[in-house]
DNA sequence: GCCGTTTTCGGCCCGACTGTTTTCAGTCG
């Protein structure tokens, strides 16, 4: 039983809690519970031991006690009784959006309403309009959002729609009246999976701007629109919000709005310390309360959100790191991490040509990339076994590497590195022997196939690749693809160990439907010792640009220009590529 | 149900929009 499972457990009482009506405060400890226990970077084998469970903030006695129920039984009584009360499917009614609790409650007890099938059904009818509460508007709401959650599964690639995200954004810069503009949420914070898009434009012409926003032609529908609030969906699907504030309220829309809610309840707990409170427009003075003995401290003034943290006492926090996952103790005591820019990096390793499946030679991944003002390519086209990408042979390789030599000739001051992205077969055994691995610069190790070994067997799989001393680095650690295929089972925290030990990096591969390894792993691996690689795995000239999503998983990670060795010069790079093979003996 | 540099009791973030009512409840972020 791992964590996201109990995180999952707990979320489902709450709901279970809600549609019972029961106490609102009782509801959100779990919430803040499961919360809590997402971002816990403690032990699993803890989740046993009720001791160590209290100590994890938002859990105490009663949660601690079902946790470990959860754990040592596989089951939770109370849950069990919880869910006995109500039909099995109930909860996918909390999926459509407009409907919450209230809603659901009164659907089931007045027309026995269950799931999503009876719903439609009870709409088709005309019985829901009939209930108190609800009208003919709700319900054509209600089937509208029926008809579209098939359409609109709700859950976007931070890279699906970044280019709508900056063209409108663009736009909005672009109207004379706007002063400042920013999309902020689960975007500016550059989680990998975004819900929607939050736009703050600060302005003393909100109705031009609103009407701009709403008439954009990369609009698809109107949501809702109010005189400061509007909300449109993108052809692409995603839902798209608007806030227009004036200049003094800017810093303060902006941090509310980016979140994440988890770190903006200790930004306004820290400001409710002070005598203050904090809202998305302003910082004011608390009213007075006759028990309150001492006075507030003067509210300096916040003109941008920097100013907000100094004047909590904090230094500013990079909304990459607004999880609520440490940021607020380094920023209190000045140990926050200088973190990584995209400008720092100097070049990248794994990309493909058109030998195996990308779509772009040599030659023109080699021109993009100075393009882009790197240094120096790494190619690593596929290894035989990956038939399915057209994987080189020893033959082909050692064509590519004759080319790659060649061209490197007529280079300045950059050059390509000759890889190759080799199989880690089944038994963790290379697609290729170790003399013909030896006449590459590097080895870029991945697995490709297999993907439903037992964790043990894969962790022993990897790991065995790691202690070839040709193996430079690995590849998108877990394989996921993100909303389509889960991560296959691998016990990274002893990956991390292996890479340690062995002098392998680790890539973050920056395609956007991978984003592997993922950034709540690289405060251990940081810690570990293991370096950084980020790679696009570029399957053509225009892919490369995808390095920028890697900086936003490294920058969440807490990674700095010394995590990762795509920051150092060409001048220093060869060494670096090298060093596990002299460690190993196996060249000068 | 959780929590405490005011507190072991009495708080718990709070504002905008929609729809249904006629002053507000429900939902959302």
Same mark, same amino acid.
């Given at each position: 039983?791992?964590?996201?499972?109990?995180?999952?457990?707990?979320?489902?009482?709450?709901?279970?809690?809600?549609?019972?009506?029961?106490?609102?405060?009782?509801?959100?400890?779990?919430?803040?519970?499961?919360?809590?226990?997402?971002?816990?970077?403690?032990?699993?084998?803890?989740?046993?031991?009720?001791?160590?469970?209290?100590? $994890?903030?938002?859990?105490?006695?009663?949660?601690?006690?079902?946790?470990?129920?959860?754990?040592?039984?596989?089951?939770?009584?109370?849950?069990?009784?919880?869910?006995?009360?109500?039909?099995?499917?109930?909860?996918?009614?909390?999926?459509?959006?407009?409907?919450?609790?209230?809603?659901?409650?009164?659907?089931?007890?007045?027309?026995?309403?269950?799931?999503?099938?009876?719903?439609?059904?009870?709409?088709?009818?005309?019985?829901?309009?009939?209930?108190?509460?609800?009208?003919?508007?709700?319900?054509?709401?209600?089937?509208?959002?029926?008809?579209?959650?098939?359409?609109?599964?709700?859950?976007?690639?931070?890279?699906?729609?970044?280019?709508?995200?900056?063209?409108?954004?663009?736009?909005?810069?672009?109207?004379?009246?706007?002063?400042?503009?920013?999309?902020?949420?689960?975007?500016?914070?550059?989680?990998?999976?975004?819900?929607?898009?939050?736009?703050?434009?600060?302005?003393?012409?909100?109705?031009?701007?609103?009407?701009?926003?709403?008439?954009?032609?990369?609009?698809?529908?109107?949501?809702?629109?109010?005189?400061?609030?509007?909300?449109? &969906?993108?052809?692409?699907? $995603?839902?798209?919000?608007?806030?227009?504030?004036?200049?003094?309220?800017?810093?303060?829309?902006?941090?509310?709005?980016?979140?994440?809610?988890?770190?903006?309840?200790?930004?306004?707990?820290?400001?409710?310390?002070?005598?203050?409170?904090?809202?998305?427009?302003?910082?004011?003075?608390?009213?007075?309360?006759?028990?309150?003995?001492?006075?507030?401290?003067?509210?300096?003034?916040?003109?941008?959100?920097?100013?907000?943290?100094?004047?909590?006492?904090?230094?500013?926090?990079?909304?990459?790191?607004?999880?609520?996952?440490?940021?607020?103790?380094?920023?209190?005591?000045?140990?926050?991490?200088?973190?990584?820019?995209?400008?720092?990096?100097?070049?990248?390793?794994?990309?493909?040509?058109?030998?195996?499946?990308?779509?772009?030679?040599?030659?023109?991944?080699?021109?993009?990339?100075?393009?882009?003002?790197?240094?120096?390519?790494?190619?690593?086209?596929?290894?035989?076994?990956?038939?399915?990408?057209?994987?080189?042979?020893?033959?082909?390789?050692?064509?590519?590497?004759?080319?790659?030599?060649?061209?490197?000739?007529?280079?300045?001051?950059?050059?390509?590195?000759?890889?190759?992205?080799?199989?880690?077969?089944?038994?963790?055994?290379?697609?290729?022997?170790?003399?013909?691995?030896?006449?590459?610069?590097?080895?870029?190790?991945?697995?490709?196939?297999?993907?439903?070994?037992?964790?043990?067997?894969?962790?022993?799989?990897? $790991?065995?690749?790691?202690?070839?001393?040709?193996?430079?680095?690995?590849?998108?650690?877990?394989?996921?693809?993100?909303?389509?295929?889960?991560?296959?089972?691998?016990?990274?925290?002893?990956?991390?160990?292996?890479?340690?030990?062995?002098?392998?990096?680790?890539?973050?591969?920056?395609?956007?439907?991978?984003?592997?390894?993922?950034?709540?792993?690289?405060?251990?691996?940081?810690?570990?010792?293991?370096?950084?690689?980020?790679?696009?795995?570029?399957?053509?000239?225009?892919?490369?640009?995808?390095?920028?999503?890697?900086?936003?998983?490294?920058?969440?990670?807490?990674?700095?220009?010394?995590?990762?060795?795509?920051?150092?010069?060409?001048?220093?790079?060869?060494?670096?590529?090298?060093?596990?093979? &002299?460690?190993?003996?196996?060249?000068?």
């Amino acid at each position: 039983m791992d964590k996201a499972t109990i995180a999952d457990v707990l979320e489902k009482i709450a709901t279970l809690l809600e549609l019972k009506g029961e106490n609102p405060f009782k509801i959100r400890a779990y919430v803040n519970a499961a919360r809590s226990l997402e971002t816990w970077g403690g032990n699993i084998a803890d989740l046993a031991n009720e001791e160590t469970l209290e100590k $994890i903030p938002g859990i105490g006695k009663a949660i601690a006690a079902k946790i470990k129920e959860l754990v040592e039984t596989g089951s939770l009584k109370f849950f069990d009784e919880l869910k006995a009360e109500f039909p099995a499917d109930i909860l996918e009614l909390f999926s459509l959006p407009g409907l919450g609790a209230k809603k659901i409650k009164a659907l089931h007890e007045k027309l026995q309403v269950s799931n999503i099938a009876q719903l439609h059904e009870a709409c088709v009818a005309g019985r829901v309009a009939e209930l108190p509460g609800f009208g003919k508007t709700t319900q054509e709401k209600i089937c509208r959002a029926i008809d579209e959650r098939q359409k609109y599964a709700g859950t976007f690639q931070l890279g699906q729609i970044a280019g709508e995200a900056e063209r409108l954004q663009d736009d909005l810069r672009s109207h004379p009246d706007a002063l400042h503009v920013c999309i902020a949420g689960s975007y500016r914070r550059r989680k990998e999976i975004v819900r929607d898009l939050d736009f703050i434009v600060a302005t003393s012409a909100p109705a031009e701007i609103s009407a701009l926003f709403i008439q954009h032609p990369l609009v698809e529908s109107i949501i809702a629109q109010g005189p400061t609030k509007s909300s449109v &969906r993108l052809r692409s699907g $995603i839902q798209c919000d608007l806030r227009v504030v004036t200049s003094a309220e800017y810093p303060f829309a902006l941090n509310y709005f980016t979140g994440s809610k988890e770190h903006n309840i200790e930004v306004r707990s820290r400001a409710l310390k002070r005598g203050w409170t904090l809202n998305e427009y302003r910082l004011g003075e608390t009213p007075s309360d006759p028990k309150q003995t001492k006075t507030p401290k003067k509210i300096p003034p916040v003109r941008e959100e920097a100013d907000l943290y100094r004047a909590l006492d904090l230094d500013y926090i990079p909304p990459e790191l607004r999880e609520n996952c440490g940021e607020f103790e380094a920023a209190a005591t000045g140990k926050l991490p200088r973190l990584l820019e995209a400008e720092n990096l100097r070049g990248t390793f794994h990309c493909h040509t058109t030998a195996s499946d990308g779509r772009n030679s040599l030659e023109e991944m080699a021109a993009a990339a100075q393009e882009l003002g790197l240094q120096y390519l790494g190619i690593a086209d596929h290894s035989r076994s990956s038939i399915q990408a057209r994987g080189l042979d020893e033959a082909r390789l050692r064509v590519q590497l004759a080319m790659i030599r060649k061209l490197n000739e007529s280079f300045e001051n950059f050059r390509l590195f000759a890889g190759v992205e080799c199989d880690i077969l089944r038994d963790g055994s290379l697609d290729f022997p170790d003399a013909v691995l030896a006449e590459l610069d590097y080895v870029v190790a991945s697995v490709h196939s297999a993907f439903t070994l037992s964790e043990a067997e894969m962790t022993k799989r990897v $790991i065995r690749a790691l202690q070839n001393p040709h193996v430079a680095m690995l590849a998108h650690p877990t394989g996921r693809l993100l909303l389509k295929r889960d991560r296959y089972a691998i016990d990274i925290p002893a990956v991390i160990e292996a890479a340690a030990e062995t002098g392998t990096w680790i890539e973050i591969n920056a395609a956007p439907k991978r984003l592997d390894l993922d950034w709540r792993w690289w405060p251990l691996a940081k810690e570990k010792g293991v370096k950084c690689v980020i790679n696009p795995d570029a399957h053509g000239v225009e892919r490369l640009q995808e390095l920028w999503f890697g900086v936003g998983v490294a920058r969440k990670g807490w990674l700095t220009r010394a995590d990762v060795v795509n920051c150092l010069p060409l001048g220093k790079i060869q060494d670096a590529l090298e060093e596990k093979r &002299r460690a190993n003996g196996v060249v000068e």
